[in-house]
């Protein structure tokens, strides 16, 4: 970030701030080997390696645990901005299989947003192929993420 616009390097560090609190808070998505790759305002990419555990009884990557992948990534990237934000609505399609060992890649990114709404896209890929797009609604509160600004 330049020092010539605090504001956006201010945007930046509260991104990160925040998404650092939520995965240290966020057991599931730890169990689920979650690794946060980039966040920046309203935006997250995270990665999860498929184990043997998440499979289902075809054999395949069970859809519960893509659609966590997703809606982890979208969380993140919602909550960006450092008020509370909570999903309320959410979609996804399986396009392809995934099986144990597959190394899946989540963009969440705002594709619009009111005051209370916003809307993202999920693409979840392996190997730079889409395997996955979900899409959340999440309603922004007006509760501050951080108590005290400063921590």
């Not at 935006?43 to 992948?69: E, K």
């Not at 990114?109 to 889409?130: M, N």
Request: net charge neutral.
């Amino acid at each position: 970030m330049s020092a010539s616009n605090p504001a956006r390097s201010d945007d930046q560090a509260l991104a990160e701030r925040v998404v650092s609190a939520m995965m240290a808070r966020d057991a599931f998505s730890r169990w689920l080997g979650i690794e946060v790759l980039d966040v920046r305002p309203r935006s997250a990419t995270i990665r999860m390696t498929v184990r043997d555990d998440m499979l289902n009884g075809f054999g395949v990557c069970h859809g519960g645990a893509l659609f966590s992948l997703a809606d982890s990534a979208l969380a993140f990237a919602c909550n960006t901005h450092g008020r509370v934000t909570v999903s309320i609505e959410n979609s996804v399609t399986y396009p392809a299989a995934i099986h144990a060992g597959d190394e899946l890649t989540a963009v969440a990114l705002e594709e619009s947003a009111t005051r209370k709404l916003a809307f993202y896209r999920v693409e979840v890929r392996r190997a730079g192929a889409i395997v996955s797009i979900f899409r959340g609604t999440v309603f922004n509160t007006e509760k501050p993420f951080f108590a005290d600004p400063q921590s």
